[in-house]
C-alpha cells in the first residue's frame, strides 16, 4: 500500500559568499510523507532537486546539535521537527541567526567552541585519583540532571540578543558549563570557575530575557544558572561564601 503524500512548499535562504552578493531565498516542493522530518526535507531537496544546497546534520537524533537552524521563524533542530508541525506556508528555513555563514545553511560555530574552551569544559577532581570512580551522593548527581544534557547546538547563544552586539561576551551555552562543574561536587577549581565569569563579559552582562531557555532544545535553563552563579558571586563578596 503506498503511503500518501502531502506537497509541502519549502522557502530556504540560500547563500555563497563565494560567489552571491547577498543571501537569497529559493522556493522548492516536495512531497511530505506522515512523521517526515524538516531534515529530511532537506534531504529530499539535496537528492531530488537541487544538490547544491548545504546544510549540517550528523546524529539525526537530537544529540548532537549539529542540524540547529531557523525553521518557521524559530530556532529549532531540524532532525526533531516535523513538518506537519509547522504551520506556515510556504515553510521558512534559514540559517542560525547572527553567525557568518559558510554557505545556505551551514554557520561558522568556532567562535562559540572557542568561548567554550574558555571556560575548561572539563572536570578537574582531586588528585591522586582514585583506583575506582570519585563517589557522588544522589543528591549531588541530581544538580549535574539537567546542565550535563547540553548538546552544543549553539542554539542559546544564536537567540541571545546580547551575543548578537557582544563579540566578548562568553554566552548562556559556555555560562551554563561553568554553573555545570560549580555545582558538581567532584569538581576543585570552584572559585577559579567563578572568577571566570565574574566579568562585564560574563553573568553581569546577561539581561535575563530568557531567549535562551525558550528555544533550547533540551529544556535547559541557561538564565537560572547565570542568576545561581551571580547569586555565588554576590555571597562570595559579602563574605557568606558556602552559606
Known amino acids: 500500500m503506498a503511503i500518501a503524500t502531502t506537497p509541502v512548499r519549502l522557502k ?6 563565494e560567489h552571491d552578493p547577498e543571501p537569497y531565498w529559493r522556493e522548492y516542493t516536495i512531497q511530505a510523507r506522515p512523521g ?3 531534515l529530511e526535507a532537506l534531504f529530499e531537496v539535496l537528492n531530488k532537486l537541487d544538490g547544491s544546497i548545504a546544510f549540517r546534520f550528523c546524529c539525526r537524533g537530537a544529540v548532537c546539535g549539529a542540524c540547529s537552524m531557523m525553521i518557521g521563524g524559530k530556532i529549532r533542530l531540524a532532525c526533531e521537527t516535523q513538518v506537519a508541525h ?5 515553510i521558512l528555513i ?5 553567525k557568518k555563514v559558510i554557505k545556505d545553511l551551514v554557520v561558522d560555530m568556532e567562535p562559540f567552541f572557542q568561548q567554550m574552551k574558555t571556560v ?3 572536570l578537574v577532581p582531586a588528585e591522586p585519583l582514585p583506583e ?8 549531588d548527581r541530581a544538580k549535574l540532571t539537567e546542565p550535563i544534557d547540553c548538546i552544543f547546538c549553539g542554539s542559546c547563544s544564536a537567540a541571545c540578543t546580547i551575543a548578537w552586539t557582544d563579540p566578548n561576551y562568553l ?3 559556555a555560562i551554563e558549563k561553568v554553573y555545570r562543574f560549580v555545582v558538581d561536587s567532584r569538581d576543585t577549581i570552584k572559585k577559579d570557575r567563578l572568577d571566570m565569569v565574574d566579568n562585564e563579559d560574563g553573568v553581569w552582562r546577561c539581561h535575563t530575557i530568557f531567549n535562551c531557555v525558550e528555544v533550547c532544545p533540551k529544556k535547559l535553563n541557561q ?9 555565588q558571586l554576590v555571597k562570595r563578596k559579602l563574605g557568606f561564601e558556602g552559606r
Open 12 to 17: 530556504i535562504q540560500r547563500f555563497d559568499p
Open 36 to 38: 517526515m522530518t524538516i
Open 86 to 90: 509547522i504551520k506556515q506556508n510556504p
Open 94 to 98: 534559514s540559517p542560525l541567526p547572527h
Open 120 to 122: 575548561k569544559p572539563y
Open 132 to 139: 575506582k570512580e570519585i563517589y557522588q551522593s544522589e543528591k
Open 171 to 173: 554566552g548562556p551555552a
Open 223 to 231: 538564565t537560572h544558572a547565570i542568576q545561581y552563579l551571580k547569586r
